[in-house]
């Protein structure tokens, strides 16, 4: 399998544009993740998925934000307008599946990442 | 709640050099643990796991065994080599059938030759 995709791998925009980031989870796999990743506040849980549907949103950081799974093998991750402040390292991770009741989950395989820019 | 809190970093080191990274959660119940590693410019990798209280996890030469009574899951390696260099993220995942994994700040060990 390749693994986790993700593209682009690098995004540089301006101010005010909207931003779109794609990623494909390894086939099979039921959770799908988007986290950020900043210096100053390290990795973020922005978003996850199960099976298509949207389990936690709690960590997406204002409105702008907004993410999609379409189908199984496919998720975007939207900022509209974006601003400089979004400049961060944006991941997607999928993961196969949980522990049994009463125990943690298994491990993320992540993507490499989208080094987004907003000037 | 559930969190994750590792030792401040930067940690530098001489090559062949004993590494510790301390490790401490806090959670509810049984939730897995995790080590990644991030190599610059690169995403998380797996480096090893740990599901229940005194299993130890090990990968090239990394080791972290599961203390539920110290609710502590600190990574050593005997002797590190220049290409450990990274950043090591612990991790925990919450029992209750999530998935999703909650994430300590990082620690960024440099190893000189």
């Known amino acids: 399998d390749a693994g986790v995709i993700q593209s682009p791998r690098h995004e540089v925009t301006e101010m005010g544009q909207e931003v779109t980031l794609r990623c494909k989870p390894i086939s099979g796999h039921d959770y799908l993740f988007w986290y950020r990743q900043t210096m100053m506040r390290g990795l973020e849980l922005l978003i996850y998925f199960n099976n298509n549907v949207p389990i936690d949103d709690s960590g997406m950081p204002e409105d702008r934000f907004s993410a999609k799974m379409p189908n199984a093998s496919f998720s975007t991750l939207k900022i509209q307008p974006s601003e400089p402040r979004d400049s961060a390292v944006y991941f997607c991770?999928?993961?196969?599946?949980?522990?049994?009741?009463?125990?943690?989950?298994?491990?993320?395989?992540f993507g490499q990442g989208t080094r987004l820019t907003v000037v | 709640g559930n969190s994750v809190t590792q030792m401040e970093g930067p940690v530098t080191l001489s090559e062949e050099a004993f590494l510790t990274i301390n490790c401490t959660y806090t959670a509810t119940g049984y939730p897995s643990l995790f080590w990644y590693v991030q190599y610059p410019g690169e995403g998380l990798q797996l480096l090893l796991k740990?599901?229940?209280?005194?299993d130890k996890g090990s990968n090239k030469g990394f080791e972290a065994t599961y203390r539920k009574e110290t609710t502590s899951f600190h990574l050593e390696k005997g002797s590190v080599q220049v290409s450990d260099s990274a950043v090591y993220f612990c991790a925990l995942s919450p029992p209750g059938n999530t998935g999703k994994l909650i994430f300590g700040q990082g620690t960024t060990l440099q190893v000189k030759p």
């Open positions: 740990a599901t229940k209280a005194d």
């Open positions: 991770a999928s993961s196969p599946r949980v522990g049994r009741r009463g125990r943690g989950g298994t491990e993320a395989f």
